[in-house]
Every structure is written in structure tokens, then in C-alpha cells.
């Protein structure tokens, strides 16, 4: 079964266009690689992820919380940069990456069922050598999802 991230996009303008709250924020290590990353852990911020932005800094990303372990989906309407998403299970190891186009409706979805989904700048994971099997360090410090 599949779940999509985005489920009601329509509903979503009147929140990129008030403005989101500050989200909290974690440190993540991909190997010998620092991360700082914005969460995600409610259906709202979940659904507005890096919509509406125009860059995210380097070394920087979101971290999504699902309540369950799925084969979550991720699209980019109305995220105007390009991302890097990787599907992480549990234990924060990387399942699947995938590379995704700004404005979008492609669906991008976990190999298996995953329980984070981490986006980065384009081509960070690969730039770094990290790839499926890879583990993500500090996910387990994440705010429990709602």
C-alpha cells in the first residue's frame, strides 16, 4: 500500500502563503557528513514540506517523521528547487534515492515500507558517496510524529 505525502495540494496554498512556523530542528551524520535538518512530524508540515522555497542551504534538509513505516510517496508541486529524497527505514538506513524535477507531479516513492524520508539539495547524496545501505545517524532523536 502506498501513501502519498501530498494528499490535498489545493488546500495547501492558503499555508505557503501565511507563511510556516519555525520547525524544529535536528543534526543528522550521513558517514563523516553533518546535517542539519528542518522536521516534519505532523500531517501539516508534512504536507507543506520545502514548498515555496527558493534554495535550501548547503548541508542543510528536511527530515519527514511518518507515524508508520509505508511506502510513503513524495512529489515537488510548487517546490521550486530541485531535490534529492532518500527513503530511510527504522534505523535510519537508506532504502532507495531519488532524484526530483521542481514542479512536478511526478510520484517518488520508498522502495519498501519507510519510516523517514530525508530531501536534500540535488545530488548531495551522490556527491557524498551515500547510497542505499547507507545509514543516517540521529533519526531516532527525531520528535515523534502526529
Not at 501565511?18 to 522536521?39: N, W
Not at 514542479?103 to 522502495?111: I, L, P, R, S, V
Amino acid at each position: 500500500m502506498y501513501s502519498l505525502v501530498f494528499p490535498a495540494l489545493g488546500l495547501l496554498l492558503p499555508l505557503a502563503s501565511a507563511g510556516a512556523a519555525e520547525l524544529p530542528r535536528i543534526e543528522l551524520t550521513a558517514g563523516f557528513y553533518r546535517i542539519e535538518a528542518e522536521v516534519a512530524a505532523d500531517d501539516p508540515t508534512r504536507m507543506q514540506g520545502l514548498m515555496q522555497r527558493r534554495s535550501l542551504p548547503p548541508n542543510s534538509g528536511m527530515l519527514f517523521v511518518f507515524a508508520q513505516a509505508d511506502q510513503h510517496c513524495m512529489w515537488m508541486r510548487n517546490t521550486y528547487l530541485p531535490l534529492s529524497v532518500a527513503f530511510l527505514d527504522e534505523e535510519g538506513r537508506i532504502l532507495n534515492i531519488a532524484d526530483m524535477q521542481p514542479q512536478t507531479d511526478n510520484n517518488h516513492c520508498a522502495a519498501k515500507a519507510a519510516r523517514y524520508a530525508l530531501e536534500m539539495n540535488l545530488g548531495w547524496f551522490s556527491s557524498k558517496g551515500i547510497k542505499s545501505g547507507s545509514r543516517i545517524l540521529g533519526v531516532e532523536k527525531s520528535p515523534r510524529p502526529r
